[in-house]
């Protein structure tokens, strides 16, 4: 489904991403970790498209299609999600005006009918529960005020709202108590099928605990340096990430 | 021969030349307290003439290709009931009133109201009824002495609406004036005039509209003289969509007594020149009033708001937001006075400017001006002007909405603070439309 291979990325002077190779398969469920600085936030956010980052070097095939080529909003309607560190604030749309903008253009962009009102309004319902999501939350401004784990669950309900094939976790788990990461990990595995991938971008293993991933990845200087089984993640909180860079250096 | 309008060689002397061939044809009613008025008022024109960007009120705002301009100023219009047609709000129902470049055109108004609800007149044919009615609050408001615009309007205005709102009165359906300028032959100039006396513990709720027709240009010059009498209240709506040859110079100026309460939203949309002075004097215990404002300036456009609320009473509390969104050579003036008399302990005064500049070449100019003169009240006062947030364009565009999507919404969502405070629907209806329109060009 997705095939990074030798991926360069820089923002303004400075080299991030020095050479990175994945692969991702559907199904499947990637956990990648590592030191701060290393990486990891972005590698998610090239992915999605920002413009802050300037790639150069190295390819991204989604699904076959050279996913470097194209807006972020195309990405989307190839089935990318980034759910995001510090969700955005957007005062005066709310959460439910902003998801049927979406979907719909999503819809326009793969050729289908966009939905209307009612079949909107069921598939908000279906999905609310999933997450745990309060109605009275949804009609507020997008994010504007929410606290912390407000805004990582808005973030599962989007995902969970657009079905991407692809979803990318970007510190999903950051500024969450124990309660919140568990409604947002469950929020997760009942989406996983074998149709879509996760890729689950952390700094600690304890979200490893709820979602818990077929391959773990450590990311460092740019590049993926060490990768193994959802035991790798224990013997990382185990013992750091020292043992990592002495064996790299 | 009476001279074309081209003939003249100043504007000025234009106006003035204009209001002493019209005395002339006045028989008793040259006679008159009210025309005393305008003969004070002309002076006062004569002495102050039109400001220049020196004069402080107008330092961001330059009149020179207004009065470099010739205009007609006779009010004469081809336009039929069909052509006006083209303008109307759809669906909008209440007391509509026509008024074609200055002129009321009774055969196009719908008055719905019973008249123990409100009574609705022109104000050419209230001055023929009342003069002395009309005389005692004409001009009482609205300061001449020292506005050069407001000075011309008082002289030589001659028709425009007056309304009385009795006690106790609840004005069912709103009141809508549209003033339109045909200038679809030549340039024309037009000096309405409104005064809207709202009675104790009445309600009402009054928009001005203000369109042009044709590619020449126009300028409109208007006075609108409010009264609120204690425990009254009222929503006043100002909208402006004209052309790019449009110049517009507004002064509304409220007089409010106890706990009366008055809230304004006042809309540009278009227009080449706009100058919009909204004085509101608090001249009671507990009165309110409340200020809202949106603007949009592009390409050439330019949009100046003046804001002064005056708290002469204790007790009172005013609360303005105006937002702009500007783009192109857009140019923007927020100019936001807050006066508080030294008897006007207790007062809460807040102000808030936000702008969102969409090109390099646009610009804003805001000034919050606070004086106060007592010692316990609360005042607040803000203003921001950045560009659009784009963190928050990139989190849309990564959900899959197209960049100019994703901008429209946004800026849709910044401008509906005000807009949601117009509680007309078939007028907001047709704000959203060319707002929409205008965001996605």
Request: proline share 3%; hydrophobic share 40%; aromatic share 8%.
């Amino acid at each position: 489904m997705l095939s990074i291979s030798n991926l360069q990325a820089v923002i303004g002077e400075k080299q991030i991403l020095r050479g990175l190779d994945l692969e991702v398969k559907a199904g499947e469920v990637h956990a990648i970790m590592g030191p701060n600085g290393a990486g990891k936030s972005t590698l998610a956010s090239v992915l999605a498209g920002r413009e802050d980052y300037e790639v150069t070097g190295g390819s991204v095939l989604f699904d076959g299609k050279d996913l470097l080529d194209m807006a972020p909003e195309e990405r989307a309607a190839e089935g990318i999600f980034l759910a995001f560190q510090y969700p955005v604030e957007i005062p005066g749309v709310s959460t439910t005006n902003f998801l049927k903008t979406a979907m719909n253009e999503i819809r326009k962009y793969r050729g289908e009918q966009p939905l209307d009102a009612v079949q909107f309004l069921k598939l908000m319902k279906e999905k609310m529960q999933l997450v745990n999501i309060d109605q009275s939350l949804l009609s507020r401004s997008l994010n504007e005020g929410f606290s912390g784990g407000e805004k990582k669950r808005n973030e599962i309900f989007q995902m969970a709202m657009l079905e991407p094939k692809l979803a990318i976790l970007d510190e999903t788990d950051s500024g969450l108590d124990i309660d919140a990461l568990r409604i947002v990990a469950e929020g997760v595995n009942k989406l996983r099928s074998p149709e879509r991938a996760t890729i689950v971008v952390t700094h600690y293993q304890r979200l490893l605990d709820y979602i818990v991933p077929d391959f773990v990845h450590v990311l460092y200087k740019g590049r993926i340096v060490k990768s193994g089984p959802k035991e790798l993640a224990y013997e990382l909180e185990e013992k750091g990430y020292d043992w990592i860079k002495a064996e790299v250096a | 021969m009476t001279p074309t309008y081209e003939s003249y060689t100043d504007f000025k002397n234009q106006l003035l030349t204009a209001f002493r061939e019209g005395e002339e044809r006045l028989n008793g009613e040259s006679k008159t307290a009210l025309h005393q008025v305008r003969r004070q008022a002309l002076t006062a024109f004569d002495q102050l003439g039109f400001p220049t960007i020196r004069h402080e009120e107008w330092k961001y705002s330059n009149v020179n290709s207004l009065i470099k301009q010739r205009f007609t100023i006779d009010g004469t219009s081809t336009l039929t009931a069909d052509e006006l047609s083209s303008l109307e709000i759809p669906n909008l129902e209440g007391n509509v009133l026509y008024f074609v470049n200055g002129h009321y055109q009774a055969e196009m108004s719908h008055i719905v109201s019973p008249a123990d609800q409100v009574q609705i007149g022109s104000l050419a044919d209230s001055i023929k009824a009342d003069p002395d009615g009309v005389g005692a609050h004409f001009a009482r408001y609205a300061d001449y002495k020292d506005s050069a615009f407001t000075a011309l309007n008082t002289a030589l205005a001659t028709d425009g609406v007056v309304i009385r709102v009795p006690a106790n009165a609840q004005v069912e359906q709103p009141i809508i004036l549209r003033f339109i300028s045909d200038a679809r032959v030549n340039n024309v100039a037009s000096q309405p005039r409104n005064l809207i006396l709202v009675g104790k513990n009445a309600e009402v709720t009054v928009t001005e509209s203000f369109r042009t027709l044709g590619d020449n240009s126009s300028f409109v010059n208007i006075v609108t003289e409010i009264s609120l009498d204690r425990d009254a209240r009222m929503q006043y709506y100002k909208v402006q969509d004209e052309t790019n040859q449009a110049y517009h110079i507004g002064t509304t100026q409220v007089h409010q007594t106890d706990n009366s309460h008055f809230y304004a939203a006042t809309v540009t949309l278009n227009g080449n020149f706009v100058r919009n002075n909204l004085n509101i004097v608090l001249n009671g215990q507990y009165a309110e009033a409340f200020m809202y404002g949106l603007y949009m300036p592009n390409g050439r456009q330019h949009v100046d708001n003046h804001t002064l609320v005056d708290h002469a009473m204790p007790n009172s509390y005013s609360n303005e937001l105006y937002k702009g969104i500007l783009d192109d050579s857009g140019t923007g003036v927020f100019n936001g006075k807050i006066f508080v008399r030294p008897d006007a302990q207790k007062t809460n005064a807040y102000q808030s400017c936000k702008n969102v500049v969409l090109s390099p070449n646009a610009t804003m100019n805001t000034k919050p001006q606070l004086e106060i003169y007592a010692d316990d009240v609360k005042c607040s006062h803000g203003t921001t002007t950045g560009q659009l947030n784009d963190e928050a364009l990139f989190y849309m565009r990564s959900r899959g909405i197209p960049k100019d999507e994703a901008r429209t919404l946004l800026l849709y969502a910044f401008a509906q603070d005000v807009l949601s405070q117009i509680k007309i629907q078939p007028i907001r209806d047709y704000l959203e439309g060319v707002i929409t329109a205008k965001l996605t060009k």
